[in-house]
């Protein structure tokens, strides 16, 4: 039916029946009951702390299914909890005159403010942001975030369907991401993930699996924090971890000045030196 004049802070009450949650617009993608299932138990005891925002569906750039007056732009989590609660009308925010860039930004923003995705499920997102034009540097402005992220995320689109879903899993980090794109074959690619994954059950974090670069070994030179986490394991591996290790920690950024210091505290009294942590208000 028609609808009242609306500003972007108006809440309605819509049937649950006249909006499409397209599932293939959102970030998340397909949204199981079971994935919703506590939220849906919040909703009944709470209610619904923030309505849905939607769209009209004349406003929806793609060809939609019959019967729809409006497409879920962000809410589709609380929409999907609705329906378990079997709920005819929910409340909603309708956001008009959005592009389909626009209203895929909304989406994605919100969902990255609340730390909901993995990073493949951002890429995929930012891929549709990629396709309908926009470049690097206008996705990291829209999104508040730097173009490596951006980069690291087309990175990781361009790597094999089985990487993307351990990188999904939280398997690997970015750095490994950007390392495993410039190897240049798939079999160095699983390969290098095989050595991440054992490396994960040792217990060691952030390994290396970039191509070793052709240096000199007697040259001193400033080195890459790969190359730093690559000498801490192999200390570890072959003398042991202790105070070595933790200092090479401390350079990396892996601890805090203050683990450091009381590190070396405990170190000095092993071997019965007299030392003073240097923070003001810490009894030494």
Known sequence: GCLIAINEYTTQLIDISKIWSDQDFNCRGYILPLDVAELAKDIDRDGLLFPIAIQPIGDVEKEAPEGFDFRIVAGHRRFEAFKILQRDQIPVMIKVNLSEIRARLMNLGENLKRKALNILQEA????????????????????????????????????????????????????????????????????????????????????SVAKPPKQDPFKKRRQPKCVVQDMINHMGRTIGHGLHTRTLAWANGEINSAELYFDIRQFAEEEGVEYHVPIIGVKT
């Open 124 to 207: 995929n997102a930012i891929k549709h942001l990629r396709d309908l034009g926009l470049n690097r540097r206008q996705v990291g402005e829209e999104l508040s975030v730097s173009t490596s992220w951006v980069q690291v995320r087309y990175n990781l689109l361009d790597l094999p369907e089985q990487i993307q879903e351990e990188a999904a899993a939280g398997i690997l980090n970015q750095y490994q991401i950007k390392e495993l794109f410039s190897l240049s074959n798939d079999e160095e690619k699983f390969e290098a993930v095989k050595k991440i994954k054992n490396a994960r059950l040792r217990g060691e974090k952030g390994v």
